[in-house]
């Protein structure tokens, strides 16, 4: 299994069978969130996926999903070849929360070394929305760019956010930044307005864009093991010490996902290895999880269970995984993860017509990740929303993620 080759022909076979329309790739934003899904979504990925209510194919051998799911919408694929194993409101425009910061992840982590650092000034921490989210940043103080990150995944900090957003040229040009990145991933329900995924007016994405933001951001290799760590040393203040020196405290953060360090009433997941999660009050609670078992790896993103049960975010979505790990190679995909634009080749547009035209024999490339992975990793080498093109217009795996090097620690049952 380790050296399986995977060849996920998105452009030629899957991506472009189920592509959409552009007509109907984007509606308008709404404002506010419906109550109910609307009659015509999107169908980036399948024409299925843009039908409200649940879609799955249920057959012989292919087990029946949980009765007690309350999500609004919620997907579960297959990371590595796309494939959708099931569905419900995958295209149904929600508040996203900080789920968002997959998206600010992916677009920025890469422009900047880990060991950068940046001396916060009061400018950085200007605009953060009241209630929100916060690791403890000071002004005044130097955090290298690890810092930063370890703060915006454990803590889901917006202080962490917002600076190294101003790093990155400021809020605005962050959001602008983030919405090229989400359009050339296809993830059109998106439409960003703060950088954090703090609640504003019209800014919404859905369970297939979360799911995409997490499929693009794990080929590199930082955002992996942001995602997965469990606790880490974050630094405080700096102080002197009895002789008069100056020195730096630090304090400990835990990721506040609970199937990666546990709850009292949610056990830590067998093989989870990230990703986000997020909780407003327009959004109510928001999560991406990546997990691994016996070589298969699965994406779940659930949004806003209407049951507000304590975690029930979390709890539904393990339900989820544990139902994609035993379907997984028995159910028929409802639809697919489709490739960034790039992948379809300089200006194409995938459709339905072109399925099957494009030239399948090509090999696949040199396992890669934006970050660097020691030659393992997915060939599909995001960086900065520059992909891979490939002549056949394949969008091609060569071997597994190393998520089981992230989970090996993980307790297992």
């Not at 950068?116 to 209630?131: K, M, N, S």
């Not at 703060?194 to 080929?219: E, I, K, N, T």
């Not at 880490?232 to 990721?255: H, L």
Request: proline letters at 7%.
């Amino acid at each position: 299994m380790a050296g399986r080759a995977l060849l996920v022909t998105s452009a030629a076979l899957l991506s472009l069978s189920f592509a959409a329309p552009a007509a109907l790739a984007a509606p308008t934003p709404s404002t506010t969130p419906s109550a109910t899904p609307p009659a015509g979504m999107s169908t980036v990925g399948g024409t299925r996926l843009g039908q409200p209510g649940t879609q799955v194919n249920l057959a012989a051998g292919v087990p029946a999903l949980p009765g007690d799911l309350t999500g609004r919408s919620w997907i579960v694929s297959d990371a590595e070849s796309g494939e959708v194993l099931a569905a419900h409101n995958a295209h149904w425009r929600l508040p996203p929360a900080s789920t968002l910061k997959m998206l600010f992840a992916d677009t920025v982590l890469p422009r900047f070394p880990k060991s950068t650092p940046h001396r916060v000034v009061p400018a950085d921490l200007a605009g953060i929305g009241a209630g929100s989210s916060m690791v403890g940043i000071k002004e005044g103080q130097t955090y290298t760019v690890r810092d930063l990150w370890l703060g915006v995944f454990l803590r889901s900090g917006n202080d962490a956010v917002h600076v190294l957003a101003a790093m990155n040229g400021g809020v605005e040009q962050t959001v602008r930044d983030m919405q090229d990145h989400a359009d050339e991933l296809q993830a059109l329900d998106t439409h960003v307005v703060s950088p954090d995924g703090y609640d504003q007016p019209g800014q919404v994405s859905s369970a297939y864009d979360l799911s995409l933001f997490a499929r693009s951001g794990l080929q590199k290799k930082d955002f992996r093991d942001y995602c997965s760590t469990v606790r880490a040393e974050f630094p405080g203040d700096t102080t002197k010490n009895a002789k008069g020196r100056q020195v730096r405290g630090s304090f400990e953060i835990q990721n506040t996902n609970r199937l990666l360090s546990g709850d009292t009433d949610v056990p830590v997941y067998q093989g989870i290895a990230g990703v986000k999660n997020g909780n407003t009050t327009n959004a109510g609670a928001t999560f991406t999880g990546v997990a691994e078992r016996n070589g298969r790896v699965l994406l779940v993103t659930v949004m806003n269970p209407e049951k507000k049960e304590h975690n029930e975010v979390y709890k539904e979505t393990a339900k989820l995984f544990d139902w994609g790990f035993q379907a997984a190679g028995k159910v028929s995909p409802v639809g697919e993860l489709v490739p960034p634009k790039g992948a379809v080749g300089a200006g194409a547009t995938p459709s339905a017509t072109t399925a099957g035209k494009a030239d399948t024999s090509a090999k696949p490339v040199a396992a890669a990740s934006a970050q660097g992975s020691g030659g393992v990793g997915v060939a599909l080498a995001v960086a900065g929303g520059v992909v891979v093109l490939l002549a056949a217009a394949a969008f091609l795996v060569n071997r597994r993620w190393p998520l089981p090097d992230l989970v090996r620690r993980r307790t297992r049952p």
